[in-house]
DNA sequence: ATACTTGTAGTCAATATTACTATAAGTAAC
DNA sequence: GTTACTTATAGTAATATTGACTACAAGTAT
């Protein structure tokens, strides 16, 4: 969302609160029926009307980047506490078509089960799309959305940043396709169970799947104590 | 740098084609004498008078960051053609003391054997500063510098980047003690040379090391095509 | 000639990876 | 209830990688 393509919106009186050539966009994240989603919103108004972009918004002049970002997740999504990172500025000249103004990109994940479409925005104006279908974003927003994806993946190997998308309790099939998704290639059932269950951070759970047509899989939480350990030693999620 | 720091150097006529609230700050990497080293400025006039900072400078109006950057970083070491990376915006509404400017930060690589200091500034007030001695910058600089080498720590265990910061031919020892220094750990000498020559990633040259006090080591040179198929199978760099 | 320093080669056990096969535990159809 | 089907989970075996070493080569300095 750039600074222009709303501004009617924006009462005269707290124009002076924002900064004007700086805007935040993010790349919202989710994971649904085994596809990865995204989450844009359709513009009412201004040169990019009815066309599908990233949400964003502008920063308070007494606000930080980070805690805008924040901010309007919150006001979007109405979920706080999500996954948060920027990703960097976006500032080619022309990115946006009439003024010069800067983006500072961030991209979240969040558990859609978690998440109320109407809590911010009505659904007619928000939506999630899978991400491998989207196309023609405004302004340079499909680039963001690309890089965002593939910090995404980078991130994915190397911290276990992938439970943010997933629900409480997983299957470790879930958690496989999840990877599968995000990484692009296939991998091997058994090699993938092995290798994260040495890792030792699943606890696994008494409870089992329900309601699928085949035998049910075991539950399991992701162990947020191991994690810390391996954050500082360092580790690998190549699979 | 900041906007108000230096503004009085900027003929009036110059002020409209510059963006106002937006910075660029370069953390620029060197490697000499077996160290990571940084090159500062000192700031000459405004409220950091005295102080050392990263070298950065502001954004014109027609012109992208990422040129803005490169920019910058041709007139104040001479060179172009480095390795050049954004690190991300820093925002804290509270990080330059007089007004609100957010800053993109940088982070390259320079051979400093390419560089000539006298090139831009004076020796006066741009030199190089070992990283680990480096402290009390002005604003946050700091903290880019901090995010900058938390950056290149990543970086080089995933792609062999360590090449911009050596001259053209090297010693096996002497890569390894780049490694060493940028990751912060000791490494074996055998297994570091064996892990590293079989990614067929360095062509040996018939030429040995000179005026060494020992037996003469052999040098290599970095092989680009190698590093080009690697990069698109994605690899490790861990010892 | 000897000590000393660094370069380079090689060894070997432990561990990890890869590509599988096999079996268990359920559901659904007949 | 027996059979087919699906997914879960266990196991296996060849191969590659890692990590901690030893050994020796090739120089310099005394």
Redesign the pocket.
């Known amino acids: 969302m750039d600074a222009q393509s709303t501004s009617m919106q924006i009462p005269e009186d707290e124009k002076s609160v924002i900064l004007d050539s700086i805007t935040i966009d993010c790349v919202i994240f989710g994971f649904k029926n085994e596809e990865l989603e995204v989450l844009l919103v359709k513009h009412k108004e201004g040169i990019s009307k009815n066309k599908w972009g990233l949400p964003g918004g502008w920063i308070y002049e007494n606000e930080g980047i980070d805690d805008a970002a924040n901010r309007l997740l919150l006001e979007l999504t109405g979920i706080k506490d999500v996954y948060l990172e920027q990703l960097r500025a976006f500032g080619a000249p022309d990115r946006f078509p009439l003024s010069r103004v800067i983006t500072v990109g961030y991209y979240a994940l969040i558990k859609e089960e978690d998440y109320d479409l109407k809590a911010g925005y009505t659904a007619a104006e928000v939506a999630w799309f899978k991400v491998s279908e989207v196309k023609d974003l405004i302004y340079d927003h499909q680039q963001i959305l690309e890089i965002g994806q593939k910090r995404l993946r980078r991130r994915i190997k190397q911290e276990p940043i992938g439970f943010n998308l997933l629900p409480e309790k997983f299957?470790?099939?879930?958690l496989m396709h999840l990877y599968e998704q995000i990484l692009g290639y296939e991998m091997?059932?058994?090699?993938f169970?092995?290798?994260i269950?040495?890792m030792d951070l699943l606890t696994p759970l008494a409870e089992?799947?329900k309601d699928?047509?085949?035998?049910?899989?075991?539950l399991y939480r992701f162990n947020p104590e191991t994690y810390k350990k391996l954050l500082e030693k360092g580790f690998?999620f190549?699979?």
């Open positions: 299957t470790l099939l879930q091997d059932k058994p090699n169970r092995r290798k269950l040495k089992k799947q699928v047509s085949h035998r049910a899989a075991k690998n190549e699979f």
